[in-house]
């Protein structure tokens, strides 16, 4: 079991669009169980996507119930979306805050599974913002670009408080 460091807003590969996956190996599995214990180990993440763990890769998992095995997505593309919705939306890679962020409700998701089968899911509400979330990951983009100026600044405190803070090995303990 690895469990990696979650990177935190600031890091550059955060920021990288993620490279589209050829070929589904043995090194693509070991980064995908990576990615599943990690997430599993993050206080209460229902997604994660593959350059939040510093690879650079066309990938994302997401667990919406605790019980099951978190689902792999690999070169995840949004077909279509519809509607509106609001909701209270904050990431592993800016921990402990979160905003209200209005984004389309229901989308159209294709990709490809860990078996190399094409999956095409209609996603509604959570699911679907889930989706948007980690797509954004994997095109360079946090939910950061969807707040306004002062949010920005909070966030920017926030994350800078929080680095400090594992340098100095002080304060809370590391989300
Ligand atoms: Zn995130």
Partial sequence: MT?????????????AVAEKVNNIDGTLVGIVNDMIDTLRA?????????????VDK???????????TPKVVINPVITESDGEWVYDEGCL??????????RPKLVNRRGVD????????EADEL???????ELDHLNGKLLLEYL????????????????DQRKSGTGVPPL
Avoid: C, T
């Fill in 58 to 68: 066309q990938i994302f998992i997401y667990s919406l119930d605790e019980e099951g």
């Fill in 42 to 54: 993050s206080s209460n993440g229902i997604g994660l996507a593959a350059n939040q763990i510093g």
């Fill in 3 to 15: 469990v990696r460091d979650i990177r935190i807003y600031g890091d550059p590969v955060l920021r």
């Fill in 148 to 163: 306004d100026d002062e949010q920005v600044k909070e966030a920017k405190r926030a994350m800078r408080e929080l680095i």
């Fill in 114 to 121: 860990l078996n190399g089968n094409d999956i095409e899911v």
């Fill in 93 to 102: 890679s800016v921990p402990g805050l979160h905003w209200q962020i209005v």
């Fill in 127 to 133: 699911f679907g913002r889930l989706i948007q979330h």
